[in-house]
């Protein structure tokens, strides 16, 4: 089972990025899809999830209104459009994805690689 994301990069203040996260290896159709964030000498932090059907979505305070979750179901590729992009969003960010529909790391049994994203000011 394997959890590809990329689309990470230098990106201006107000700016955008699209991430993406591909799974391979198992059908995830059943699974929830997590996007987590970590910021240098900070935890990691919690910032979107939902269900591969679609019919659930959760984002954190801190992105709501700015980032945005979508799927290709045939791709088995996970999206995170971020807008109005600001320094502090510079992190490294990760997709999950876990049996349950949670905003905790805990549940959440596979894990990508991490793509760098770096806002500038």
């Known amino acids: 089972v394997q959890l590809q994301a990329c689309g990470g990069g230098l990106v201006q203040a107000g700016g955008s990025l699209r991430l993406s996260c591909a799974a391979s290896g198992r059908t995830f159709s059943s699974y929830a899809m997590g996007w987590f964030r970590q910021a240098p000498g900070k935890e990691r932090e919690f910032l979107a999830v939902?269900?591969?059907?679609?019919?659930?979505?959760y984002y954190a305070d801190s992105v709501k209104g700015r980032f945005t979750i979508s799927r290709d179901n045939a791709k088995n590729t996970v999206y995170l459009q971020m807008n109005s992009l600001k320094p502090e969003d510079t992190a490294v960010y990760y997709c999950?994805?876990?049996?349950?529909?949670?905003?905790?790391?805990?549940?959440?049994?596979?894990w990508g690689q991490g793509t760098l994203v770096t806002v500038s000011s």
């Open positions: 999950a994805a876990g049996p349950r529909f949670r905003s905790t790391e805990d549940a959440y049994n596979y």
């Open positions: 939902f269900t591969w059907s679609g019919s659930s979505t």
